[in-house]
């Protein structure tokens, strides 16, 4: 029996109905029961953990990274370095969520926004997710070429890398494998960190920098594209698709969300840790023309890092960010296959085969294809695309936000999971955080475009 055929005993229902997919799933879950039978606790932790360091090392994206080196680029650290853990911690309310709904329900967001509001919100979700999830695609090939370029080697071979790495994760034919291969190369998001220390930074001025100040000075337009790109690098649609999702398709249950907790919790830290490397590595170039972050196209940040701190931390630069961009490619057309297969009721899970899912594959290899042949127009505007990827990310987030607050509220789907009060206002004050920030850039382009304001 298929996804479209789980009518009877569905999640609205109560009971969800057991699916092809869900059967698949019988061995993993029996490796959990084990575990947790015989009190492994280190095990079980290890079984469960996967979607939330996924989708938090996942979002360390090359759009991510770049804009955070922009940031220490552009304004040293000073607002930026407690920023980022604060925008982590926001991330954490939100793919809790997610991944509640996901172990609560056993279907992804897209799935449940059809069935619970309608075909209409259900479709509007997934093309909002498919838009920017092409166009963050196209920035994460775009962070694999300027990795790559550092090494002297072209586009094509940026291209070749990231197709070849979807190719190679699908064919494992089970989750779990997916997963695993996925989170051994989302570990490599460390050489950000690496690459900050290679820069010697100065420890006394990243101490004063959690107090907030100094904050930045210079162009408003400047700023608020900065602040829309560092938000956009935290919480992005695609990541609320892919954490429900991938919850669902690991087969996780109600009994599971305390390890869910600490692999999103964990996800968290190592994200915001990572991400703080990558802006004191950029913030090395402040005073070295690192005002001038529109000339960082070509080999980008780890030539100018190269040309400032060392050929070591140009070259781990350059590594960091040919694994954030390949690390997202894999998540993010994982998260737009999701998606396709849930609105149209079609087989959406890697415990499938591509015979019986061909749906789900063609779209997790499709999108990844369709980014790289834009990529290889010539003449693209690099770090345009990228931070402008996490901006629109931003723009487009509420709408997403707004769903995952009503289903996890809705009593009748989730239970005595529903969301507590507490969750309920910090969840609100982050719509309203991401609203503003998003409608502000929006405000200040449009009037800078009509020489209202100066850019």
């Known amino acids: 029996m298929g996804t479209s055929e789980a009518v009877v005993g569905s999640p609205l229902l109560g009971t969800p109905a057991l699916t092809d997919e869900d059967a698949a799933r019988s061995l993993d879950r029996s490796r959990v029961h084990e575990a947790r039978r015989e009190r492994r606790r280190w095990r079980l932790l290890w079984l469960l953990v996967g979607p939330g360091i996924l989708a938090m090392l996942g979002e360390n994206d090359g759009p991510s990274m770049i804009a955070y080196a922009s940031d220490g680029a552009q304004y040293g650290l000073g607002l930026f370095v407690p920023l980022i853990p604060l925008l982590f911690a926001m991330s954490f309310v939100v793919q809790e969520m997610s991944m509640r709904i996901g172990a609560v329900t056993h279907r992804g967001y897209g799935e449940l926004v059809l069935q619970r509001y309608g075909r209409a919100w259900g479709w509007f979700g997934a093309g909002d997710l498919c838009l920017t999830n092409l166009v963050t695609l196209v920035a994460e ?79 408003l337009h400047t700023l608020l594209l900065l602040l829309a790109s560092t938000i956009g690098a935290t919480v992005t649609p695609w990541m609320i698709f892919f954490q429900q999702s991938a919850s669902a398709d690991k087969g996780m249950t109600p009994g599971d969300l305390r390890h869910g907790r600490y692999d999103t919790g964990l996800g968290a830290l190592l994200a915001a840790a990572f991400g703080i490397g990558a802006l004191v590595a950029g913030a090395a170039l402040i005073g070295h023309g690192g005002a001038g972050i529109q000339g960082f196209a070509g080999a980008g940040f780890p030539e100018a890092l190269r040309e400032v701190a060392g050929g070591a931390a140009g070259t781990v630069f350059a590594l960091g960010l040919i694994e954030a961009g390949a690390v997202a490619i894999l998540t993010i057309s994982a998260s737009t296959a999701y998606a396709a297969g849930e609105c149209v009721g079609a087989a959406h899970s890697f415990n499938t085969t591509p015979r019986s899912a061909a749906l789900f594959y063609t779209a997790n290899l499709g999108v990844a294809a369709l980014a790289a042949v834009v990529v290889l127009i010539p003449g693209a505007p690099l770090l345009s695309i990228a931070l402008n990827a996490n901006v629109l990310a931003t723009v487009l987030l509420p709408v997403s936000l707004v769903f995952v607050l009503m289903l996890a509220n809705d009593r009748e789907l989730m239970g005595r999971f529903a969301n507590t009060a507490r969750t309920n206002a910090i969840a609100l004050a982050v719509i309203v955080l991401v609203a503003v920030c998003g409608a502000a850039y929006g405000i200040d382009s449009f009037l800078a475009s009509v020489g209202v304001v100066s850019g």
Do not use: C, M
């Not at 979807?166 to 690496?194: H, P």
């Not at 820069?199 to 930045?216: E, K």
């Open 141 to 219: 090939f775009v962070a694999i070429r300027v990795g790559l370029s550092y090494f002297h080697l072209s586009a094509g071979i940026a291209v070749a890398l990231g197709l070849t790495l979807v190719l190679f994760t699908l064919s494992g034919g089970r989750y779990w494998r997916w997963e695993r291969t996925v989170l051994g190369l989302a570990l490599f998001n460390g050489l950000f960190l690496l690459a900050a220390v290679l820069v010697h930074p100065d420890l006394g001025a990243l101490g004063r920098s959690l107090s907030f100040t100094p904050l930045p000075q210079g162009s």
